[in-house]
């Protein structure tokens, strides 16, 4: 996941630097799937209830209104702050926090190195939440794709469907925390958690994990 990634990363520098001057994206409203925003050192702020097409930045923050339709969203360096009902395609990040308002529509996924992720109540994520460091943490979301990770604790919160698997992977090098992965009420996961490293775990009694607990390492504490 990691190699990909920065792969990708190397690839959206190259292109900014080719194409795109270091200049701050300040728009109140834009109608237009096909417009997109490319920067390499600024900042990106779209109004409420734009329709863009991608958005992307080296070094600064990206800012979208409420009830926005985004084409897809790629930051380096710095913030992803989202409003109520925004619809995107996909969101990349590699060092920056992820925030949501309510009701966020992802259709290809969230991947991020180093933030957290914080999505508000009702957010509905297709193509799964893929992160090595940071808090991963939603309230009565529906995440389709399963959740993997290396280092990030993950709350659940209460009433969240999470359609794939919950996975934990062996990090390289030697261990600097351990994460706490809580399942919470009326949640329930629609596949297995497998466990590659020392986690803590705790399962509320009202939450249903379909699949099995698969664990490489014995646990740290595990809780129900």
């Not at 808090?135 to 995440?143: L, M």
């Amino acid at each position: 996941m990691n190699q990909r990634m920065m792969g990708r990363w190397v690839g959206l520098c190259a292109l900014v630097l080719a194409t795109s001057a270091c200049a701050g994206v300040d728009v109140d409203r834009v109608n237009d799937p096909s417009a997109d925003f490319e920067l390499i050192n600024g900042a990106i702020r779209i109004g409420p209830n734009s329709q863009v097409g991608s958005l992307e930045t080296v070094n600064g923050s990206i800012a979208v209104g409420d009830r926005c339709q985004v084409k897809g969203i790629e930051v380096v360096n710095g913030a992803i702050t989202l409003g109520d009902h925004v619809e995107v395609g996909d969101i990349e990040s590699v060092n920056g926090g992820i925030t949501a308002g309510p009701a966020l529509r992802v259709d290809a996924g969230i991947e991020s190195v180093n933030g957290d992720i914080q999505l508000g109540p009702g957010a509905r994520v297709r193509g799964g939440i893929e992160t090595v460091n940071g808090q991963i943490s939603f309230e009565n979301a529906r995440v389709e794709g399963g959740i993997e990770t290396v280092n990030s604790s993950i709350d659940t919160g209460a009433n969240s469907v999470i359609v794939g698997d919950i996975v934990y992977e062996r990090p390289e090098g030697q261990l600097r925390n351990v994460p706490r992965l809580v399942i919470g009420p009326g949640t329930r996961v629609e596949g297995d958690v497998r466990l590659d490293r020392e986690v803590a775990v705790s399962i509320h009694e009202t939450a249903r994990v379909t699949g099995r607990i698969k664990r490489s390492h014995q646990l740290g504490k595990m809780r129900f």
